[in-house]
């Protein structure tokens, strides 16, 4: 069973590096005069941010929902997520600059043990 997760995981990365390359492109041709080392980076960070936390959480329902719609639910719910962790984390007193490095590891962790955990039952 974990084996058939892990397989499904790996194709729909696959994808996800796909969608990055497409995604870069068309920043690419946005943003013509901008060097690509510059956009990459953008990219990159908006993947890291937004795409995979919320392709984790939504790995929940991956049984009942297809892909490119757990995709798109993803992102905006992790933006959600993100927005309000970091609105919190701010109150509490970590330093801005250190949410981007902490909250998305922590979301995709919940993300990979509410998965796991929906395995064990």
């Known amino acids: 069973m974990k084996k058939e997760v892990f ?3 790996k194709k729909e990365l696959q994808y996800i ?3 990055f390359l ?3 492109i068309i920043f690419k041709i946005a943003f013509f005069k901008e060097e690509i080392s510059v956009l ?3 990219v990159l960070s908006l993947l890291w941010t937004f795409v ?6 939504m790995l929940y329902w ?9 995709f798109f ?3 905006v719910l992790s933006a959600g997520i993100i927005g309000i962790l970091s609105y919190y984390s701010g109150i509490i007193g970590l330093n801005i600059k250190y949410h981007a490095i ?6 995709i962790l919940v993300g990979i043990a509410i998965n796991l955990r929906n395995h064990k039952t």
């Open 22 to 24: 497409i995604v870069l």
């Open 62 to 70: 991956k049984e009942r929902i297809s892909f490119m719609e757990r």
């Open 102 to 107: 902490i909250l998305p590891p922590v979301l």
């Open 40 to 42: 990459f980076g953008t």
């Open 7 to 9: 397989e499904l995981i």
């Open 52 to 57: 995979l936390p919320g392709y984790f959480i």
């Open 73 to 75: 639910i993803g992102i």
């Open 17 to 19: 590096g796909l969608i």
